[in-house]
């Protein structure tokens, strides 16, 4: 198995979208021309992308909808349903297990952890809760790899340390915390701290760009009246 640039793993759902919707309205073929123009990615970077699934396309026609759907599905693994356990059922870790969307990117969360003993033994969304010192032992017995980590940032730290110390090799991390573990595990940080950050220094980027005119418009006019007296 080769391996992917994670910008490239990045991009590849979106165009998996595209493509859903287009086979939903018949489409038979699409090109890379067109993905690019669709995504705001360069063609070129499109095609390299596309590439990496090892898919084929059809010289001057552009890819078979089916076949690139299946090889981009088949890259990312979305095929096989990997079982995950959750820990953290509170607001965000309920919404995730309500997300039915994750089972057909091929994440099956089979169980959710707690601390709370109020909440071990409840059902959410038709999967069931235990309480923590379940965890170890359930992990090993039913050879889960892939742990969701949406405990309070505080926790987040031990949380990860028992998941390893289960057998769980990849961390969804939803905390904010920066997680210390072997280099070996693998971990995905989705910090919407820090992306919100993102979104509200952009926004006052834009803002200020958008400002910018108006003000030197005023300060000419401003100079100008100063001169007429």
Not at 10 to 39: C, M, N, W
Not at 59 to 69: A, E, M, Q, S, T
Not at 218 to 224: C, R
């Amino acid at each position: 198995m080769i391996s992917i640039p994670v910008l490239t793993l990045k991009r590849l759902p979106q165009y998996l979208e595209l493509l859903y919707g287009f086979e939903q309205e018949g489409q038979d073929t699409i090109s890379a021309t067109r993905l690019a123009e669709l995504t705001g990615v360069h063609m070129t970077q499109v095609r390299k992308d596309i590439a990496l699934t090892g898919v084929v396309g059809i010289p001057k026609v552009g890819h078979k909808i089916k076949d690139l759907i299946e090889s981009i599905e088949s890259c990312l693994n979305w095929k096989d349903l990997s079982s995950a356990f959750l820990v953290g059922v509170g607001r965000l870790g309920s919404s995730l297990l309500g997300y039915s969307e994750l089972k057909r990117k091929g994440l099956n969360i089979i169980a959710g952890f707690d601390s709370d003993p109020a909440v071990a033994g409840t059902l959410v969304d038709g999967v069931i809760i235990h309480s923590m010192d379940k965890f170890a032992d359930l992990c090993r017995r039913m050879k889960v790899h892939i742990g969701i980590l949406t405990v309070p940032a505080d926790q987040a730290q031990a949380t990860a340390e028992l998941m390893v110390e289960s057998g769980i090799l990849a961390i969804w991390n939803f905390t904010s915390a920066l997680l210390q573990l072997d280099e070996k595990i693998i971990v995905e940080d989705m910090d919407m701290s820090a992306s919100l950050a993102v979104l509200s220094r952009r926004l006052s980027e834009k803002y200020e760009s958008d400002s910018e005119p108006k003000r030197k418009t005023k300060n000419y006019k401003n100079k100008i009246d100063q001169e007429k007296q």
